[in-house]
């Protein structure tokens, strides 16, 4: 039989070493229960005594292969398949040094490679050894390294189903950073009497599988909302629980139902929420308005905070006034909001919004308007918005002005601007 380059090498070189893979493979734990400080746990690294730090620390026969194949002339495919062949090789026989040269402190990317060219080999004996794993993660053994060699640990017991309970029982005796990369695996297929344990040993600043939490806390709570959000007060996790119930119980509602929904929020994601009804653009103004008459009637409006009021409007207005072809087609819809002061506010917000966009025409709709609160509003919103006036057209807007103190603010408001102006002409052609 002819033997390619790469078998060649390889033989020669576990030939050469044959001695090393006569160590015995540890076996699995039967151990019922994950304990710390067990027979098999191993002891602290020593401290590196100063004299010892110049001095090299003497390699593993299977990073002396590794050695020898970084300094080959392999490369390309040959390369990975020896790379891969000595790695597995080296899993099967001392799983606690391979996940160490892997994820250890001074591993660089080497857990990149190793994923790549090994990761079912890796899988298969973190799942034959986990019990050791999990001791020796709780360690401290792979120092700052830990989440890693974690993660993938923890992504193998759950793939695998049942074996999940070891990292569940794990939790409380990880460090840190590897508790947060096993809750994350967790979280993802978290089940309903594992929730309690995680969000107990939880690190939400840290966590990236919050929003997968949060799905499966509301998936398993159904629409109880008072259970799903009672006792939590950390803003992260609490955001992603409002996210993940209005996803699946606010989103398909019409706005009027999605109103009343909103009542089952905290307090401080409510106005969030209604701002993002608001903008749907479902409905139409008709169906904007219907909203604002329904948060009137449920009493939505005094618990929100001052300024959210005006994010709803402008939301809303923004979402829909695009689809009226003429301003007083919006002010219509806008005249039929009951509550005085959330008509006043739409008002004025149409009035900045649709001022860049109708001109004269709004100008025109403006004077229809009866003389009043609602067009001293409007007319407010337009001074404030993008318009620019004309002479004629400002004395115009001016004049159907009925709060004298509105219009002498107006007024001052372009006295200022012409001040701020003077001196500065249009350039002429030969410019």
Not at 210 to 238: H, M, T
């Amino acid at each position: 039989m002819k033997i390619s380059p790469l078998m060649g090498w390889s033989l020669l070189l576990l030939l050469t070493h044959a001695a090393a893979f006569l160590v015995a493979r540890p076996k699995a734990s039967s151990s019922a229960g994950f304990v710390v400080g067990a027979m098999d746990q191993p002891a602290p690294l020593p401290a590196a005594k100063a004299g010892d730090r110049q001095r090299p620390k003497p390699p593993s026969v299977h990073a002396g292969l590794l050695a020898e194949l970084n300094a080959s002339d392999l490369k390309g495919e040959e390369y990975d398949k020896a790379f891969a062949a000595i790695f597995r090789e080296w899993i099967k026989r001392d799983l606690r040094g391979a996940l160490l040269f892997a994820f250890g402190p001074e591993s660089g990317q080497r857990s990149k490679q190793v994923g790549r060219e090994c990761e079912e080999a890796l899988k298969g004996e973190l799942l034959a050894q986990a019990m050791q794993v999990g001791q020796w993660i709780s360690s401290g053994y792979f120092g700052s390294r830990s989440g890693e060699v974690a993660g993938a640990w923890a992504k193998a017991l759950v793939e695998a189903g049942p074996q999940r309970e070891i990292v569940m029982e794990a939790l409380p005796h990880l460090p840190k950073p590897a508790r947060v990369e096993a809750i994350d695996e967790l979280c993802d297929t978290a089940k309903d009497h594992e929730l309690a344990e995680l969000r107990r040993w939880m690190v939400p600043e840290s966590q990236g599988g919050l929003e997968d939490y949060a799905k499966r806390v509301v998936r398993f709570s159904g629409d109880d909302a008072e259970n799903i959000f009672a006792g939590e007060d950390d803003p992260k996790v609490l955001e992603e629980l409002c996210k993940a119930y209005k996803q699946r119980h606010v989103d398909s509602l019409p706005a009027t139902e999605a109103v009343a929904a909103a009542l089952k929020f905290p307090e401080s994601y409510c106005g969030e929420l209604l701002k993002e009804i608001a903008g749907r653009e479902s409905g139409g103004m008709a169906g904007f308005t219907a909203m604002l008459s329904e948060m009137d009637r449920l009493g939505l409006w005094e618990g929100l905070p001052g300024e959210c009021e005006q994010e709803i409007l402008s939301s809303g207005i923004e979402a829909h006034y695009g689809s009226y072809s003429l301003p007083e087609e919006v002010l219509a819809q806008l005249g039929g909001i009951s509550r005085e002061s959330t008509r006043l506010a739409a008002f004025k917000e149409a009035g900045g919004r649709v001022a860049g966009r109708a001109g004269e025409a709004l100008v025109n709709a403006m004077e229809a308007l009866p003389q009043g609160k609602e067009r001293d509003a409007l007319i407010e919103g337009i001074w404030d918005g993008a318009m620019k006036f004309s002479d004629e057209t400002a004395a115009r807007v001016l004049a159907s002005v009925s709060d004298p103190g509105l219009r002498a603010r107006l007024q001052a408001s372009e006295a200022g601007e012409a001040e701020a102006n003077e001196g500065v002409f249009p350039l002429s052609p030969s410019d």
